[in-house]
Each structure stands twice: as structure tokens, then as C-alpha cells.
């Protein structure tokens, strides 16, 4: 089973900053806080991880809360090519992904 | 540069034929990895091969199902006698191998079992 809790979807406008929350309560000292997206008919594709710092990169930044058991991936300035399903996951890195159901992201037009 | 390639990118398939799906890695990528993805679900993991060593098949649904890279880039996943729950898309990843390495992923093929 996933190690995660995500809301199953979300809205935002275009433009605005999409912040998409995750639980991870369970997470082990060794694991990292990967986020991957998946546009529709395409594979997923890699954001961002983390193990306890925030990270920032190109694409977005990953905020992680002080005891680890929570994330948050903001996309600073959603635009329409940003609709997909997110997909939080926690893992050794290296090791195979265990996606959970992710959230799906609609950017409002 | 190029990234990971799967063929066929459709497949249909009657059932109790076998089919057979390739993944072309990233060149010089230690690991590869089989996902299958039902519609509306998440990816789910099937199998992994570091090279040519298949190190975790645990994902395999049963044994009709049969993955194999043996010089270590192209990989192969076999599906013997398909059933109509086979249909979904097949995603293969590829990343560098060893701690700290993201996963690439491919397009999918898309099998559709009749």
C-alpha cells in the first residue's frame, strides 16, 4: 500500500501558485519525499524530492514540514500545461515506486 | 537527448494470444523497470532488473507474465495466454541505479486484450 495520503483532486487558477498537500506519517528516517506528475497518455514524469530540507528546482519547490510527516509541492505559477495527476511518494532512493491514487490537478483557465 | 522508448505504443491482443513489449532504456542507465497501470489507477510495480540480473519480480501478477534483459539495456516483457484483465498501459523506467536516482519513464504501450 501506498505510504501516502493525498487529496484525490484540486483546482487552481491560472497563474496562481498551486500548493498540493501530502501526509506521510509513517515515513522512515532513510526515506525520501518524491513528487512525480503524470499528463494525460504520457509516463510519469519526475519534479522534485526531498529528505528534510526544502528544495527548490525549475520546476517547483517542495516544502517539508520539521517532524517529515507532511510535504507540500508548490508550483509557483500554474499555467494550463500543469493539469495532471501529482503523485507524492515516499522511498528509499533507488528502489522501486509505489504510487498511491495522487491527486489530480485541474488549472482553471 | 533521447529519452526512454517503449514499442509497440498500441497493442490489441485476442485473447490467449502472447504478446511481447519492448523498452529501449536511456543509454547507459543501470536499472529498468516494469509498471503496469490500470486505467484510472496509479502505476504498479511489476518488476527490476540492475543490467542483466532481474533483482525483484514480486509485481508479477502470475506466471504468464515474463520479463528478461539480457545484455543489460533492451528489456522484453513477455504475456502468455493474455486475459482481458491484462489490458492496460505497461510503462517501463530506466534511471541510473544505485541511492538518490530519479526514474525515467517511457510512453507505454497501451494493450487492449479482446
Known amino acids: 500500500d501506498a505510504k501516502t495520503t493525498q487529496p484525490p483532486s484540486m483546482d487552481c487558477a491560472e497563474g496562481r501558485a498551486a500548493n498540493l498537500p501530502c501526509n506521510h506519517s509513517t515515513i522512515s528516517g532513510n526515506e525520501y519525499v518524491y513528487w512525480y506528475r503524470q499528463i494525460h497518455s504520457q509516463g510519469p514524469q519526475y519534479i522534485i524530492h526531498g529528505l528534510k530540507n526544502n528544495e527548490t528546482n525549475e520546476m517547483a519547490s517542495l516544502i517539508i514540514t520539521e517532524d517529515r510527516k507532511s510535504s507540500t509541492l508548490i508550483l509557483p505559477h500554474a499555467t494550463l500545461r500543469d493539469t495532471a495527476v501529482y503523485y507524492c511518494i515516499v522511498r528509499v532512493g533507488g528502489d522501486k515506486i509505489i504510487f498511491g491514487k495522487g491527486t489530480r490537478l485541474h488549472i482553471l483557465p | 537527448g533521447a529519452g526512454v522508448s517503449q514499442s509497440p505504443r498500441y497493442k490489441v491482443a485476442k485473447r490467449g494470444q502472447d504478446v511481447a513489449l519492448r523498452c529501449d532504456p536511456i543509454s547507459g542507465h543501470v536499472s529498468l523497470f516494469w509498471y503496469q497501470q490500470a486505467l484510472g489507477q496509479g502505476p504498479e510495480f511489476l518488476t527490476y532488473?540492475?543490467?542483466?540480473?532481474?533483482?525483484?519480480k514480486s509485481g508479477l501478477p502470475s506466471d504468464r507474465f515474463f520479463a528478461e534483459r539480457p545484455e543489460g539495456s533492451v528489456s522484453t516483457l513477455k504475456i502468455q495466454r493474455t486475459q482481458q484483465e491484462d489490458s492496460a498501459v505497461y510503462l517501463c523506467?530506466?534511471?541510473?541505479?544505485?541511492?538518490?536516482?530519479?526514474?525515467?519513464f517511457g510512453p507505454g504501450t497501451r494493450l487492449t486484450v479482446t
Open positions: 532488473f540492475q543490467n542483466e540480473a532481474q533483482l525483484d
Open positions: 523506467a530506466s534511471s541510473l541505479g544505485g541511492r538518490d536516482y530519479e526514474q525515467y
